[in-house]
């Protein structure tokens, strides 16, 4: 089963996720120790300067007579998030509420309801609404398998219904070790700007590396996106990935190195000749990872 918002997830993440060279530095450490998980984060920007955030959060709690869970998490900015999970409350209906009050001012209520049933082409249905709050929005997305192919939709706008909406629609399939995604995404605030997306991603087993290509234009738009990018994996510590965009040459590295059980390093690297900025044409990120 493959769910609409995990359309075309693997080559995204590929190719846009996990880039460290806009952080000069960066220190994270994990440490879990039942019944609880801590994690902080430490930036060094050009533009910010240094920054520091942790989070705390629970193991979670499950209530042996429903299944019931809760979780708990606090930040150092004085931030508390509580999300409790109701599973089952129908056959394949899971309900999920979450209070997130931010800075200890401002309070966010989201609830959320999932739905599957693999009898009925694998049907997964996903609501997710924020009824109180900074931003209220309403997000919906079904999608269903038939014969090796995956079909979705996803619709997303204000809570109170009297605005602007998003809409997509998108279908993915599985052919060997390739993945092959198509999407449509409509803006009502935009009626006449219609934009197509595209996505291919390939695992190549033998070499112990992934190729992807991701591209996207819309209608009325003379220069459509196209990036290019692989990750090969050179051994149980050490893998490369890059990406290439072609609409303006960009050029993205990262390098990682896991040195330790406890310890991993990496560096990012951007080259961009098109940038305006002679601090943007190229960036270099490190980042050290601690974890227990």
Request: glycine share 8%.
């Amino acid at each position: 089963m493959v769910l609409y918002k995990d359309f075309g997830k693997k080559a995204d993440d590929l190719l846009n996720k996990n880039w460290i060279h806009e952080k000069p530095l960066e220190v994270t450490n994990n440490w879990k120790s039942k019944p609880m998980t801590f994690k902080n984060t430490s930036t060094l920007d050009v533009s910010k300067g240094f920054e520091s955030h942790s989070w705390l959060t629970s193991q979670d709690y499950v209530h042996e007579g429903t299944a019931c869970s809760w979780t708990v998490k606090v930040n150092s900015s004085g931030g508390v998030t509580v999300e409790s999970k109701m599973p089952n409350i129908l056959k394949g209906l899971t309900l999920t509420k979450t209070l997130e009050n931010k800075n200890l001012t401002q309070s966010t209520v989201t609830l959320n309801a999932e739905f599957n049933d693999a009898n009925l082409y694998g049907l997964h249905s996903h609501l997710n609404v924020v009824p109180y709050g900074n931003k209220l929005s309403l997000t919906g997305s079904s999608a269903v398998a038939f014969k090796g192919v995956n079909v979705g939709a996803d619709v997303t706008g204000p809570f109170s219904l009297g605005g602007f909406f998003k809409y997509s629609a998108g279908l993915t399939f599985a052919w060997r070790d390739a993945i092959m995604t198509a999407k449509v995404l409509q803006d009502s605030a935009n009626p006449g700007k219609t934009t197509f997306s595209e996505s291919v991603h390939m695992t190549l087993p033998n070499v112990s590396a992934e190729v992807a290509a991701q591209t996207s234009f819309a209608l009325g738009d003379s220069k459509p996106k196209f990036i290019l990018g692989g990750k090969y994996t050179f051994n149980k510590s050490t893998w490369f990935k890059s990406a290439l965009t072609l609409d303006d040459l960009r050029l993205k590295f990262l390098a990682s190195y896991k040195c330790s059980p406890l310890t991993t390093v990496s560096t990012g690297v951007q080259i961009n000749p098109a940038a305006k900025a002679p601090a943007d044409q190229a960036k270099v990120g490190f980042k050290l990872e601690f974890a227990q």
